[in-house]
């Protein structure tokens, strides 16, 4: 079976960064050897984003380049973190920085780092320049996780090419590659293409069998792709019609015997499996679903019944940072995005937002409109849920607090902290 290549296009939307394969293994490996964290690898694809974002300055004008930048590109505390950070990437080789210039190595400068010999093995091409998209670099700056790094990097190295001035972003890739290359879990990086699937990042393309066993899923990178486009997509794949993995049914004796329901005690309330489907009727802190995440109105309800339990207030920078840790947990949350969500909420993680987050944020709050105006309105009651299950829930000992608190107001004495 032959496919045919798919037309290339002059560049990715948003732009793209051209790296070398080499220099990116490099990386890699450095991080593995144990020489670099997971925060300094999002920190020198951040240093990518910086220079990208400079290649149009008018000839003759220097750079700038600043840590509050690389700060809202990967989040956390900032600072002396991400001075130590960019300290440690130098120590490497893997990177010059200075606040008028940011210079990365070549193929042959980091061809001598200790353990690099096994991974240029498995990647024959590794002297190609690889076609970063800038939006996926952001992505990875912003707090992705380590397997699904290695996911992107891996259909990256294998799907996309840059020939006689055109991205071409089509090819196959398997799971036990990655897994080998990048030293990963095969069954993870499995569950990384699957979330990048449902993003919208990567598009399976129908497969053979034969070359499913050789040469793993062909897959096309989207080169349109937006973190816009999230909200949209599919986050989880619909089960098949029939169980695939489930026993057989019996061949033999297939009705089977009566007495079976002998002894059998109904259950209260109705039987049977909801029809409701997810995202209907009115959002709650108790169970945050993936359509609360997607639908801004929803949201703005979660964030009345957040600042009614106190978790936050109803300023403007709060209403933003609640929409921002939304969009975070959308783009990253890979295994629980809702939980992800609850737990920035619930403890005050606004140092991980990321300034395309509050970007994302602000696109979201501008759709609403007029609808800002009753969001300030704290008069209406919020319903007390003594039972919040799930990660997004409160602490007993926040719910002791705001109780004690609702009593302290209405004997006149001041109110007690939640804990």
């Not at 005690?265 to 209907?280: A, D, F, H, N």
């Not at 007993?396 to 004690?404: C, H």
Request: one cysteine or more.
């Amino acid at each position: 079976m032959r496919f045919e290549r798919c037309p290339g296009v002059r560049k990715p939307a948003g732009g793209f960064t051209l790296v070398s394969g080499t220099v990116l293994l490099a990386a890699w490996t450095a991080y593995r050897r144990g020489d670099l964290r997971l925060f300094d690898l999002r920190v020198w694809f951040a240093c990518l984003e910086l220079t990208a974002r400079r290649c149009g300055l008018i000839k003759g004008r220097p750079p700038s380049y600043r840590i509050e930048e690389i700060h809202g590109l990967v989040g956390g505390v900032g600072g002396e973190h991400v001075r130590h950070s960019i300290a440690r990437i130098e120590g490497m080789g893997l990177l010059s920085w200075s606040e008028s210039s940011i210079a990365f190595p070549n193929s042959e400068s980091v061809l001598g780092q200790a353990g690099l010999g096994p991974m240029l093995d498995f990647v024959p091409n590794h002297r190609r320049l690889v076609p970063m998209p800038r939006r996926i670099i952001r992505l990875i700056a912003g707090g992705a996780r380590r397997v699904v790094v290695a996911s992107i990097l891996g259909h990256l190295l294998r799907c996309l090419y840059y020939r006689g001035g055109l991205c071409h972003a089509e090819g196959t890739c398997k799971a036990s590659w990655i897994a080998e290359l990048f030293g990963v879990n095969a069954r993870n990086v499995k569950a990384a293409r699957k979330h990048l699937v449902g993003i919208g990042w990567l598009v399976p393309i129908s497969t053979r069998q034969i070359v499913l066993n050789r040469f793993g899923q062909r897959v096309r990178v989207n080169l349109e792709w937006s973190r816009n486009d999230i909200s949209q997509a599919i986050k989880r794949s619909p089960h098949p019609a029939i169980s695939t993995t489930g026993s057989p049914p019996p061949y033999k004796d297939k009705k089977l015997s009566s007495r079976i329901y002998m002894n059998q005690k109904p259950e209260c309330g109705p039987s049977g499996v909801s029809t409701q489907p997810k995202g209907e009727g009115k959002p709650t802190l108790r169970h945050v679903v993936w359509d609360d995440l997607c639908d801004a109105k929803r949201l703005l309800e979660l964030h009345r019944q957040a600042a009614g339990f106190g978790l936050i207030s109803q300023s403007e920078c709060d209403r933003l940072r609640f929409f921002a840790a939304a969009e975070h947990a959308k783009a990253i949350g890979t295994q629980n995005p809702c939980g992800l969500f609850a737990t920035v909420v619930r403890k005050g993680l606004w140092r991980y937002i990321t300034q395309d987050d509050e970007d994302l944020a602000v696109r979201a709050l501008n759709r609403l409109g007029p609808m800002f105006e009753a969001s300030r309105d704290v008069s209406r009651p919020v319903e007390f849920e003594p039972r919040l299950t799930y990660g997004c829930a409160l602490k007993q000992t926040e719910i002791r607090a705001l109780i004690a608190a609702s009593l302290g107001e209405e004997s006149g004495q001041p109110p007690a902290l939640a804990a």
